[in-house]
């Protein structure tokens, strides 16, 4: 492909050597996602000469990555006809991957343009600032998530911090198993074995804490969070951090309304307390009333690992005045949109 001829101040030497110094990879392919040419930063991000790479399809360069949400961008780009951003990752690598679609208004998308952006210091300063103990004692926080590695990206830097901070650590299971999660501490380059050992970190399953004595009631699991903090400061630990994956409340009827009181009461109880909880929410599984009842019950939420002010969080006197109701006519990806407006905090 001629770059630059007509441009006489250009010549295509000068074009290919800034298309070089360029330290994202960047690549040209056809709709198809076959590449017609790139530069050589995204050679060296997949270890391969730039010519052996010509003609390769774009998705299968990167099938050893997993996608932090659910579709390949290049999908979204035909789809959407615009510019469409999703992050990937390989064990610690993380990249963030563009695609901007050439569109010619008589013939539609001919092309599209791949850029991308190794993110993984970015993810290392993410996962320091959680480490730091961003999320301190007290803090209630939901997480929402598409996929396993959005999920992790987050809950696995809120165990370590805490496991580092001499605090009792719980996971409660649904979704996931204990191997899932071992794995994924691995991944973080972080060996937890030695703190399930010592029941520093101890995995619970759904039925014995939210669904313990085969049902689910606010006062009776406030109460067992009571006694865990108890325990854990008389054992010597310096608080309790929770995380929990919510899934469980599909499982069974009128769960919706007591895990919303559950989650009003936690606020309460949290603010004088020694614990803190992340609560985990598979955006594919619950209704839209569900995942917006989780929102506005949580003062900060977690999206795509960063955490975010709640401007819908909704106090108990707010809630008693009837403002839950003002939220039945937006949906939630809005809501979505309109939290990551607000300052990361």
Not at 148 to 155: A, D, P, R, T
Not at 202 to 217: A, C, I, N, P, R
């Amino acid at each position: 492909m001629i770059i630059g001829n007509n441009n006489p101040k250009f010549s295509n030497d000068i074009w290919w050597k800034i298309f070089n110094s360029i330290n994202d990879a960047i690549s040209i392919t056809s709709k198809e996602g076959n590449i017609l040419f790139c530069n050589k930063a995204m050679g060296k991000l997949v270890g391969r000469p730039i010519q052996a790479i010509i003609d390769e399809n774009y998705e299968s360069l990167f099938e050893k990555f997993s996608y932090l949400e659910e579709s390949y961008p290049q999908i979204s780009s035909l789809s959407s006809r615009r510019r469409e951003t999703r992050i990937l990752k390989n064990g610690r690598i993380w990249i963030n991957c563009i695609i901007d679609p050439i569109v010619d208004k008589e013939s539609g998308i001919t092309n599209l343009i791949h850029i991308i952006t190794d993110i993984t210091d970015l993810k290392e300063i993410i996962s320091l600032i959680l480490n730091a103990g961003k999320i301190e004692q007290g803090q209630h926080l939901c997480a929402f998530y598409n996929s396993q590695i959005s999920q992790f990206s987050c809950v696995v830097p809120y165990i370590i911090a805490g496991l580092r901070e001499n605090e009792k650590c719980f996971y409660i299971l649904d979704e996931n198993t204990e191997n899932d999660l071992i794995k994924a501490f691995n991944d973080f380059d972080f060996d937890i074995s030695s703190y399930i050992k010592s029941k520093q970190f101890v995995f619970y399953t759904k039925k014995e804490t939210y669904l313990k004595d085969g049902s689910f009631e606010s006062k009776k699991m406030i109460d067992l969070i009571k006694a865990t903090e108890i325990k854990s400061l008389k054992d010597g630990y310096s608080g309790v951090r929770i995380t929990g994956e919510m899934t469980w409340a599909l499982s069974g009827p009128d769960v919706d309304e007591k895990l919303f009181e559950y989650e009003n009461l936690l606020n309460t109880y949290f603010a004088q307390s020694k614990c803190s909880a992340i609560c985990q929410y598979n955006e594919k599984r619950f209704i839209e009333k569900f995942l917006i009842d989780a929102t506005v019950a949580h003062p900060k939420v977690i999206l795509n690992g960063l955490i975010y002010k709640n401007n819908y969080y909704l106090s108990l006197e707010k809630l008693i005045k009837g403002a839950r109701n003002n939220l039945n006519k937006i949906n939630f990806s809005t809501i979505k949109k309109e939290i990551t407006k607000t300052i990361f905090t």
